[in-house]
C-alpha cells in the first residue's frame, strides 16, 4: 500500500496550529481520485476531490513540458509562516524537457523519468527539511504524490506513471525525541498505462489514500450500475464508449465521445464532490473541460507572473475568465 491511515495522524501532529506557532512549516494535503481514458486520439482524465481533512487542498494540476500534466495528491502544498502566500508543488513547474536520447524500456531507469521525479524532489527537498516533530511514516508510505498523464519521447506513445516520495527522520537531538532531522526520499516510479501485452486497454484509476472507498469507474460499467447503465442508453455515443470500455478496447473509442462521456459520469461518482476534467491530443496541447474553480488572489496572480523559466508553448492551465455579454 502506498498510503496509510497513521499518515493523518503525522500530521494532525506535525501540523497543528499550536507547531505553526513555532515556526513548524505546515502541509495542507490533497486527497481524492483520477480517472483516465487513453482514448484512439488523445487522452481525457478527470480528478475527484475528497478531503482528508478541514483544512484539505483539492487535487492539483500543471503541465509538466509540453507533453505530460501532473496530478498532484498528498503534501502538495506548504505554509511557512513567515511567507503569506502558500508554496504550492504545482506552481512555477519551468521548463521539463525530455533528454536527446532514446527511450528505454520501463524498469531499465529511464532518464526522461528521473528528471522530472528528480526536479519535483528538489522542489520538496527544503520544504521537508523544515519538519523536526517526530511522525511515523512507514517506507512504503508516501509523504507526496505524483500521477503523471502524457506521451513519452521518441514515439513510446500515452503513459500513466505514479510518482511517490517517501521521507525518513533520524533524532538530532541530545534528549530522545525533541528534533529530528527530516529527509524526503528519491521517488519510486508505478507503471500503470500502458498495460502489459494481451492484457485489457480499460480505464486507469488510482486514489490517494490508497484505501479510498470507491469502485472503479470501470467496475461500475462492468457491473452494470443502475447510474451508469442509465447514463449508457441515454446517448448512443455514451454506448459505444462504455462498450469499448467493457471490451477492454477503450483505446479505440473516439477522444471527443470519450470525453463527452467522461463529462456525464463524473458527478454521479462525485455526487457533492468538486471535480475537474482534462484532454490532451497527441501532440500534447492540453484543454480544459471542467477546470479548477478556485479564487486566484492578487498575490498569487503576482507570483505566477514570476515564472520566466514557463517554455513559451506549455500550455496554459489556468482557467481564463468568460467574456462579458
Do not use: C
Request: aromatic share 8%; glycine share 8%; charged share 25%.
Amino acid at each position: 500500500m502506498r498510503y496509510l491511515i497513521p499518515l493523518f495522524a503525522v500530521f494532525l501532529f506535525a501540523f497543528s496550529p499550536a507547531r505553526a506557532q513555532e515556526d513548524e512549516i505546515v502541509a495542507n494535503l490533497a486527497g481524492g481520485r483520477v480517472i483516465v481514458h487513453v482514448a484512439r486520439d488523445g487522452i481525457v482524465f478527470g480528478a475527484i476531490d475528497h478531503p482528508l481533512e478541514a483544512k484539505s487542498v483539492p487535487p492539483r494540476v500543471a503541465a509538466i513540458g509540453s507533453s505530460h500534466i501532473g496530478v498532484f495528491f498528498g503534501a502538495s502544498e506548504w505554509q511557512v509562516p513567515a511567507q503569506p502566500v502558500p508554496i504550492r508543488l504545482d506552481r512555477n513547474v519551468g521548463d521539463i524537457r525530455p533528454a536527446a536520447h532514446g527511450y528505454q524500456p520501463p524498469g531499465s531507469g529511464d532518464p526522461d523519468l528521473e528528471l522530472i521525479g528528480v526536479a519535483f524532489l528538489e522542489k520538496l527537498r527544503p520544504l521537508v527539511s523544515q519538519l523536526h516533530h517526530k511522525f511515523d511514516l512507514k517506507p512504503d508510505e508516501p509523504l507526496s504524490e505524483i500521477v503523471l498523464i502524457g506521451y513519452a519521447p521518441h514515439d513510446y506513445g500515452p503513459e500513466v506513471w505514479v510518482i511517490d516520495y517517501g521521507a525518513e527522520q533520524k533524532s538530532i537531538s541530545s534528549r530522545a525525541g525533541d528534533v529530528w532531522q527530516t529527509q524526503v526520499l528519491r521517488p519510486r516510479f508505478t507503471q500503470l498505462y500502458p498495460p502489459e501485452k494481451r492484457q485489457p486497454k480499460t480505464l486507469v484509476e488510482t486514489r490517494f489514500p490508497e484505501d479510498l472507498q470507491a469502485i472503479p469507474l470501470a467496475g461500475l460499467i462492468q457491473q452494470n450500475d443502475s447510474r451508469l447503465a442509465q447514463l449508457r442508453s441515454s446517448d448512443p455515443r455514451f454506448g459505444k464508449v462504455a462498450d469499448a470500455i467493457e471490451k477492454g478496447q477503450a483505446n479505440k473509442a473516439n477522444l471527443e465521445e470519450a470525453s463527452d462521456f467522461m463529462r456525464a459520469a463524473l458527478p454521479l461518482l462525485a455526487g457533492n464532490g468538486h471535480f475537474i476534467e482534462g484532454k490532451m491530443g497527441e501532440g500534447g496541447g492540453f484543454e480544459w473541460v471542467v477546470p479548477p474553480e478556485e479564487p486566484r488572489e492578487p498575490q498569487q496572480r503576482a507570483q505566477e507572473g514570476q515564472d520566466k523559466e514557463r517554455p513559451a508553448d506549455a500550455p496554459s492551465l489556468v482557467r481564463k475568465p468568460k467574456p462579458n455579454p
